[in-house]
């Protein structure tokens, strides 16, 4: 969309962003660790009960409609391969192994996200050790990439319009578009922050550490994908027949390295799969949490001998049935309707941690509360500084 120079500088300007909103928040949750704390909580906490309901609800909102656009993304890359069978059958079957993961006991769940994690992790590592590799000519064909696709087509694209506009329109939409890898992840610090053992010591090393993945499997991930793949290759994300492919996939096609784009391409497919199946458990978790504090019909409290909230997790699981979306339309295109309802929510978040945090900040001012177990040096500048940026996203969105 925007070409590899504006891709970094799109995933380099929302780690920036999110540094505010991160600290923000883990000063919050250092504070006061609650069990069942989240951003909801601190809004009805620190602000207004109004905003701690509504919070609830956008939360619950979001991480339903992550289902679906997960779907998606599972489907999009399993079309690498362009499959015979029905675009319906797929869908039904990604969808199904979600929901049937999240009626097992949490325990089943907690073991398949190890498993899922542990695969992430080692395959971006993996991936990003092999991008330095192609990039210092060690492919079978043993040309030096360099940063050839940096100079063709060019490090930046136009996008929709021509010349300095065209330019700025695909920055800006990069940028918009970016978002959607990061979205939630500091809100889930908060989340999990209630439960770990000494939680003011250990959430401003959570932080910290959240900062170091940005910085190496996402800021650096996006500068080799920059490398491997040029931006006009057609099997990226442009909505014909096959394309979407991960550009992991397609840089290791480009080097002629036989079928480990296929394992890559594997890797992709069950990490979106995985992201899908973690969502659901957040929706149904979020809405069960909800009617618990009486902000939701008490249906959503009844639960299974182990644990599980069926109600709540059927709730949440309908709208997985919006992936059939793509039957009429191509994923491409199904995929963008879905981010930009994520984004969208995401930017509200981060705009009303934002305002809460400034709200915490005065408060423990006025009050002369000094036993604060973390706090960033460039707080509340940054969270101002966020503030403005998320505003300004959500706006241009």
């Given at each position: 969309m925007g070409g590899p120079l504006f891709l970094l500088i799109s995933y380099i300007s929302i780690t920036l962003l999110l540094y505010g909103v991160a600290t923000a928040s883990g000063e919050m949750s250092a504070y006061l660790p609650?069990?069942?704390?989240?951003?909801a909580y601190y809004g009805q906490r620190?602000?207004?009960?109004?905003?701690?309901?509504?919070?609830g609800w956008?939360?619950?909102?979001?991480?339903?409609?992550?289902?679906?656009?997960?779907?998606?993304?599972?489907?999009i890359v399993i079309n690498y391969w362009s499959p015979p069978l029905h675009i319906a059958f797929w869908l039904t079957l990604i969808g199904a192994v979600m929901i049937a993961l999240n009626c097992f006991p949490v325990k089943v769940y907690g073991e398949a996200e190890f498993w899922f994690a542990s695969m992430k992790v080692f395959g971006i590592i993996g991936l990003l050790i092999l991008s330095v590799v192609l990039f210092f000519g060690g492919g079978p064909s043993h040309h030096f990439l360099w940063f050839s696709n940096w100079s063709n087509p060019g490090p930046v694209k136009e996008y929709i319009v021509?010349?300095?506009?065209?330019?700025?329109?695909?920055?800006?939409?990069?940028?918009?578009?970016?978002?959607?890898?990061?979205a939630f992840a500091p809100e889930l610090l908060v989340v999990t922050g209630g439960e770990m053992e000494s939680p003011r010591r250990n959430i401003p090393t959570a932080i910290r550490r959240y900062f170091y993945r940005l910085i190496t499997f996402y800021i650096?991930?996006?500068?080799?994908?920059?490398?491997?793949?040029?931006?006009?290759?057609?099997?990226?994300?442009?909505g014909g027949k096959g394309a979407g492919a991960s550009p992991w996939a397609i840089g290791i096609r480009e080097a002629g390295i036989k079928g480990l784009?296929?394992?890559?391409?594997?890797?992709?497919?069950?990490?979106?799969?995985?992201?899908?199946?973690?969502?659901?458990?957040?929706?149904s978790r979020a809405l069960y949490s909800m009617a618990l504090a009486g902000n939701a019909p008490k249906i959503f409290t009844r639960c299974t001998k182990s644990g599980v909230p069926y109600y709540a997790t059927a709730a949440s699981a309908s709208f997985s049935l919006l992936a059939y979306l793509n039957v009429a339309s191509t994923g491409a295109t199904v995929f963008n309707w879905f981010t930009n309802l994520i984004n969208t929510g995401a930017y509200q978040s981060w705009i009303c941690c934002c305002i809460i945090y400034f709200r915490y900040r005065k408060a423990s001012d006025a009050q002369g509360i000094t036993d604060i177990p973390f706090r960033s040096r460039f707080q509340p500048y940054s969270s101002m500084f966020s503030l403005f940026g998320f505003s300004l996203l959500l706006l241009i969105n």
């Amino acid at each position: 969309m925007g070409g590899p120079l504006f891709l970094l500088i799109s995933y380099i300007s929302i780690t920036l962003l999110l540094y505010g909103v991160a600290t923000a928040s883990g000063e919050m949750s250092a504070y006061l660790p609650v069990p069942g704390s989240s951003v909801a909580y601190y809004g009805q906490r620190f602000f207004s009960r109004s905003l701690g309901f509504t919070l609830g609800w956008v939360y619950w909102y979001i991480f339903s409609i992550t289902v679906p656009a997960e779907i998606t993304a599972t489907y999009i890359v399993i079309n690498y391969w362009s499959p015979p069978l029905h675009i319906a059958f797929w869908l039904t079957l990604i969808g199904a192994v979600m929901i049937a993961l999240n009626c097992f006991p949490v325990k089943v769940y907690g073991e398949a996200e190890f498993w899922f994690a542990s695969m992430k992790v080692f395959g971006i590592i993996g991936l990003l050790i092999l991008s330095v590799v192609l990039f210092f000519g060690g492919g079978p064909s043993h040309h030096f990439l360099w940063f050839s696709n940096w100079s063709n087509p060019g490090p930046v694209k136009e996008y929709i319009v021509t010349g300095d506009s065209g330019r700025l329109v695909a920055f800006v939409s990069t940028t918009t578009f970016s978002v959607f890898a990061f979205a939630f992840a500091p809100e889930l610090l908060v989340v999990t922050g209630g439960e770990m053992e000494s939680p003011r010591r250990n959430i401003p090393t959570a932080i910290r550490r959240y900062f170091y993945r940005l910085i190496t499997f996402y800021i650096l991930g996006a500068l080799a994908v920059g490398i491997i793949v040029s931006s006009n290759n057609p099997n990226l994300l442009s909505g014909g027949k096959g394309a979407g492919a991960s550009p992991w996939a397609i840089g290791i096609r480009e080097a002629g390295i036989k079928g480990l784009d296929s394992v890559v391409n594997v890797v992709i497919v069950l990490s979106a799969w995985s992201a899908g199946n973690s969502y659901l458990y957040l929706a149904s978790r979020a809405l069960y949490s909800m009617a618990l504090a009486g902000n939701a019909p008490k249906i959503f409290t009844r639960c299974t001998k182990s644990g599980v909230p069926y109600y709540a997790t059927a709730a949440s699981a309908s709208f997985s049935l919006l992936a059939y979306l793509n039957v009429a339309s191509t994923g491409a295109t199904v995929f963008n309707w879905f981010t930009n309802l994520i984004n969208t929510g995401a930017y509200q978040s981060w705009i009303c941690c934002c305002i809460i945090y400034f709200r915490y900040r005065k408060a423990s001012d006025a009050q002369g509360i000094t036993d604060i177990p973390f706090r960033s040096r460039f707080q509340p500048y940054s969270s101002m500084f966020s503030l403005f940026g998320f505003s300004l996203l959500l706006l241009i969105n």
